[in-house]
């Protein structure tokens, strides 16, 4: 194997790095409104069980494959598997992470709108403004969302280019503990609202009788979301991590951290939503929409806001970043490009999508892929069938292919650590993480409902 490629340069960044691969808009966008559509606690309980129980080992499992290849996505399954069709399983991911970044660029342009607009005022300038309809007419707007698209994608280009120890590690270094200090700061203050606590009961006070199998699937789904597996981001980032690196001690430390996260912004959200008798079912449109409604009523609204925003906008950039990362390496590595020529090309490359993504709400609306727009079938595309699908193939590749002295040497690091649980590891492996993300597959396609009305 290569043994002069570039590493992180310290533990700290090993783990600021991946916990910011993994903290984004999944945790603090996507899991706040799965949370609130699921009924409450329930959905926390579930989603914490198959946090440990099916994303550990899957990240573990990420971890093994990049650091043992020290390659790209596609490389790495090259390597390990030359001459055979598993290296696809790679470009599914390759593929993913591009096409993610065309749509996600987009969302994480419009927090910087929101910052803008809280800087300038315009957001609370007129009593009793329409908050759904501001945001209807900025996401159709033809220039705007994409101005910002292009901003976002260039603070992003501008880390990528940096490489990987004066960029991703820097830049994690610094943003994720600005993130976390805000993050408490938020919920401080929305812990201290009038019937904040409706909230925290809602968020901590599992309600089984809302436990069905739907919101079971929900949480597995959300789970294998929040932790950015089967999208290559993680075995790029494992093939920078050093020989020292303890990959399960790092895989329990980034899924407790994500998990805090995710906690941390239900804590922020719903006591709020509570206090001003917002529904926790508002769905996609809490943070955009429902949020300037809560800000709007609180003392300082702008200040609340601009915080929030800004801390939107930080979760979304550590993802971009690992997304970017994803594609970037695999260009500079099997095109023999340099970085900064790689990365300029799938910047682009991420322009044009997020262009068409964004004139999807507006001049595009009517240019649909299967009665979806344009962002949406996007997101269609990776969420319910490219990412399922390629972390189902890499359990299966690592639990039937690999050797299992090679892989338990990798985990123990030549067996100077301990690995317990080792066969129960690959068991899972093999047989129970391959069924599990292959049950949450069929559901989010809708074929386990047909399949249940066959039987």
Known sequence: ??????????????????VGCAVGLGSIWRFPYMLGTNGGAAFLLIYILFMIFLGIPVMVTEFFIGRYSRSNTVGSFKKMAPGTKWCWIGYNGILAAFLILGFYAVVSGW???????????????????????????????ALRPIFWTAVFIG???????????????????????????ILVVMCVRSVTLPN?????????KPDFSKLTSSVVL???????????????????????????????????????????????AGIMIFPAVFSFGIAPSAGAQ??????????????????????????LAMAALTSTISLH???????????????????????????????????????????????????????YLTAKIMLPLGGMLTCIFVGTRVDKKILKAELTNEG??????????????????????????LNELGLLDQLKKLF
């Open 325 to 379: 990362e994803v594609v970037t390496a695999y260009i500079h590595e099997e095109f023999r490009m340099t970085r900064k020529r790689a990365a300029w090309l799938v910047s682009i490359g991420v322009f044009i999508l997020g262009i068409l993504s964004s004139l999807s709400f507006g001049l595009l609306k009517e240019f649909t892929i299967g009665g979806l727009i344009f962002f949406d079938a996007l997101d």
């Open 196 to 204: 904040a606590e409706a909230g925290l009961v809602y968020l901590f």
């Open 218 to 264: 929900s949480a597995v789904g959300q789970a294998f979301f929040s932790l950015s597996l089967g999208m290559g981001c993680l075995i790029t980032y494992s093939s920078y991590f050093g020989k020292d690196t303890n990959m399960l001690a790092t895989a329990w430390q980034v899924t407790i951290i994500n998990t805090f996260v995710a906690v941390l």
């Open 416 to 441: 100077t650590i301990k690995f317990r649980l080792f066969f129960i590891y690959v068991f899972f492996m093999k047989y129970v993480s391959p069924i599990a993300i292959g049950i949450v597959f």
């Open 1 to 18: 194997m290569v043994d002069n490629r570039v590493t992180f340069g310290s533990k700290l960044g090993v783990i600021l790095a991946t």
């Open 286 to 311: 809490l943070v955009f929409i429902t949020l300037p409604n809560v800000f709007e009523q609180l003392p300082f609204s702008s200040l609340w806001s601009l915080i929030f925003y800004i801390l």
């Open 155 to 181: 603070l992003t280009h501008f880390v990528i280019a940096s490489g990987v120890e004066k960029g991703i590690e820097r830049a994690s270094k610094i943003m994720m503990p600005l993130l976390f200090f």
């Open 111 to 141: 927090t910087l709108e929101y910052v803008w607009q809280t800087v300038n005022s315009s957001l609370y300038s007129t009593p009793g403004v329409d908050f759904t309809t501001g945001f209807d007419n900025f996401s159709s707007n």
